[in-house]
C-alpha cells in the first residue's frame, strides 16, 4: 500500500494518516455494500441472517472500532503538542479536524448510539406507516422518544457555552454554525422570498413545462444524461451513472465515484435535474485530493451546506440557465429526435424556471424550496428546546404552510409526516439544504467576476473555466477551512442573504414579466407556453 504521508514527517503524523487511510479503506467496502444494495443487489439478500443488513453493520462497527482506538487517540495527542508539525498550516488544520471528528466519535456512548440505532429503526418503521395511513397520532410517540434521545446526544457533545441544544445538533452536520446565525440570514430571506413568490403566483404570467413532457424513454434519458455530465466535467473514468429509487452521491474512494439517478416523471427535465444535482456531488468528491490524503480530513467534504452548494450550483445556476440550454437543448434534440423538434431555447429556459408553491418539499422549484426548509428549521428548532410540543406539531405546521406558501395542508402524510429525517433524529440537517443555495450563489457572484466570458463559454458546451475555478477555490482545499472562513476567503464577505436574491429576483422577474427585474437576463423574445400557471399540488 502507497504511504499517504511522505517520509519528511515524523513517525506519530505518518502512522496516524495510515490508520485514519485504513479505517476509510474499510468503510469504501462499506460505501459499495451500501451502493450496491440500492442499484443491483437482489431484494432477498437484504433481511437473511448473514445478509447485507448484517454485512454493513459488521463493517460499520469495525469502521467505528477503529476510528476510535486509543492508538489514534494517542497519536493525535502526540500531534497537537508536535510545534513544528502545527507549524505548517495546512497539517495543523488536519489535525485540528482530526480531533473534532475523534471527539464527535468517542463522545457518545456505545449505549446511546446502539439506542438511537435501535429505536431510529423502529421510529422509520412507524413514520412510515403513518404516513401511508395519515395517522399522525401513530408517530407521535416516536418522535417524542427520537427527540428525547437526539436531545441526550446533544448533551453528550456538549452545548457551546450561551449557545441553545440545538447548535450542538446542527455542528454535525456544518461545523461551527449556530442557529442563530441561521435565523440571521434566513429571517431577511423569508420575507424577500416570501414576497416575490406572492407577485409570480398573482402573475398572469403563463409559465410551463409541458413542452418537456415527451414521453422520452428511460434510454434516452440516460444518454443525454451522459452527455450532459461528461460535458460537465464528471470523470466517467472514475465514476458512474446508475439507476434508484431515492438519487444519491457515493464518493467512495480514491477514483472512485458513483452517482444515482431516476426516471419516470413526465418532464425531461426531473431527471435530468437529479442528474446534474448528484454530478455536482460527485465532482466534489472527484475534486477532492484523495490521491495523497484519502482517509484524511484534508480529502473530505467541508460541511453539508458546501456540498450541496456544489450539487445546487451545477442543478440550478447552471441546469437552469439559458446559457446552458444554448448548449444543452440541440444535444437533447439529438437524443429525443422529433419529440423536441419544436422546442426553442425561450422555452425549455422558461419550462426549467416555473415557479409554483406545492407541499412537498422535494419537489420544490428553486424559489419556494428555501420556503419549506425554513419552515422545518424553525420547527425542528422549538422542538428540540421543548418550546413546542409534538402534539401541537401538525398545527403550527399547517399554520405556517398557510403562512409561507399560502397553502392549505390537506393533511399530515402532504404535512408534517412527509420528511423521512425526524424519524431518525435528523435534527440540524434541513437548514444544510438551503445553506448550500445561499453558498451557490455567493460563489457564483465572485465566480462571474472572475470568469466574466462565462455565459459564452457555457453555451458552447465549455464548463471547463468553471470546473477548474471550484475546483481551485474550493475542492482542492478538502477541510482545511471551515466553511464561513472559505466563504470569506473566496468572496470577500461572510454569508448573506442578498446573492441568492439578487439571483431569484434577476431571472425570474423577467420570466414571470413582473417589474424591478429586466436588467438580468430578460429576453422580450420569450413566448409563454401551453399550460397555465396554477397552485397545484406537486
Ligand atoms: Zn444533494
Known amino acids: ?49 448473514g445478509g447485507r443488513a448484517d454485512q454493513s453493520s459488521i463493517i460499520s462497527g469495525i469502521v467505528h472500532e477503529r476510528r476510535t482506538s486509543k ?36 463522545k457518545l456512548p456505545t449505549s446511546l448510539v446502539s439506542e438511537l440505532a435501535r429505536t431510529g429503526s423502529l421510529s422509520q418503521d412507524a413514520w412510515k406507516d403513518a404516513r401511508a395511513k ?45 442557529a442563530r446565525e441561521v435565523e440571521g440570514i434566513f429571517t431577511p430571506l423569508r420575507g424577500r422570498l416570501a414576497g416575490l413568490v406572492s407577485e409570480i403566483v398573482a402573475s398572469k404570467a403563463k409559465v410551463s413545462d409541458k413542452c418537456t413532457e415527451i414521453g422520452a424513454s428511460q434510454a434516452d434519458q440516460h444518454a443525454f444524461g451522459h452527455d450532459v455530465i461528461k460535458a460537465l466535467g464528471f470523470d466517467l473514468n472514475a465514476g458512474r451513472l446508475d439507476t434508484t429509487a431515492h438519487p444519491f452521491c457515493s464518493g467512495m474512494g480514491p477514483g472512485d465515484t458513483r452517482l444515482t439517478t431516476r426516471y419516470g416523471k413526465p418532464s425531461i427535465l426531473e431527471a435530468l435535474g437529479s442528474t446534474m444535482h448528484e454530478a455536482g456531488h460527485g465532482m466534489y468528491e472527484q475534486g477532492l485530493p484523495k490521491g495523497t490524503h484519502f482517509g484524511q480530513p484534508l480529502a473530505d467534504a467541508i460541511s ?23 448548449w444543452a437543448l440541440p444535444v437533447a434534440k439529438k437524443r429525443f429526435g422529433a419529440k423536441l423538434a419544436k422546442v426553442n431555447v425561450d422555452q425549455m429556459y422558461a419550462a426549467a424556471n416555473v415557479v409554483q408553491p406545492s407541499f412537498i418539499r422535494v419537489e420544490a422549484d428553486e ?27 401538525p398545527g403550527t405546521w399547517n399554520a405556517m404552510y398557510k403562512e409561507y406558501l399560502g397553502l392549505k395542508v390537506p393533511s399530515d402524510t ?72 472559505l466563504c470569506q476567503r473566496v468572496t470577500g464577505r461572510p454569508l448573506s442573504a442578498d446573492p441568492l436574491m439578487a439571483y431569484l429576483e434577476g431571472k425570474l422577474r423577467p420570466i414571470y414579466g413582473l417589474d424591478g427585474g429586466a436588467k438580468a437576463g430578460a429576453k422580450a423574445a420569450f413566448k409563454p407556453a401551453r399550460r397555465a400557471h396554477a397552485m397545484a399540488m406537486a
Open 367 to 393: 424559489a419556494t424550496y428555501n420556503l419549506h426548509i425554513m419552515i422545518r428549521f424553525a420547527i425542528e428548532r422549538a422542538l428540540i428546546s421543548e418550546d413546542l410540543s409534538v402534539s401541537d406539531l
Open 304 to 326: 453539508l451546506g458546501i456540498h450541496e452548494s456544489q450539487s445546487r450550483m451545477w442543478e440550478n445556476l447552471v441546469g437552469r440557465s439559458r446559457a446552458f440550454w444554448q
Open 414 to 485: 402532504l404535512g408534517c409526516l412527509q420528511d423521512v429525517h425526524w424519524s431518525f433524529g435528523l435534527i440540524g440537517y434541513f437548514p444544510t439544504y438551503t445553506l448550500g443555495n445561499l453558498y451557490a450563489a455567493q460563489f457564483w457572484v465572485q465566480i462571474s467576476r472572475d470568469i466574466p466570458d462565462l455565459d459564452k463559454r457555457m453555451a458552447k458546451g465549455d464548463f471547463a473555466p468553471l470546473l477548474a475555478w471550484l475546483r481551485k477555490n474550493i475542492h482542492q482545499h478538502g477541510r482545511r477551512y471551515r466553511a464561513a472562513e
Open 134 to 178: 395519515n395517522r399522525f397520532k401513530d408517530f407521535k410517540p416516536w418522535l417524542e422518544k427520537m427527540l428525547d434521545l437526539t436531545r441526550q446526544k446533544a448533551k453528550c457533545y456538549g452545548v457551546p457555552k450561551g449557545g441553545e441544544v440545538y447548535d450542538a445538533l446542527l455542528d454535525e452536520y456544518e461545523p461551527g454554525m449556530t
Open 71 to 106: 492508538e489514534i487517540g494517542d497519536l493525535i495527542a502526540r500531534c497537537e503538542a508536535d510545534k513544528n508539525l502545527l507549524g505548517d498550516s495546512r497539517i495543523a488544520a488536519n489535525i485540528r479536524e482530526m480531533r473534532r471528528d475523534y471527539d464527535l466519535a468517542t
Open 1 to 49: 500500500m502507497a504511504k499517504s504521508a511522505s517520509s519528511k514527517h515524523p513517525a506519530h503524523y505518518t502512522r496516524l494518516c495510515d490508520l485514519l487511510r485504513e479505517a476509510a479503506s474499510i468503510g469504501a467496502v462499506g460505501s459499495l455494500l451500501g451502493w450496491d444494495q440500492e442499484t443491483y443487489m437482489p431484494h432477498a439478500g437484504a433481511a437473511m441472517p
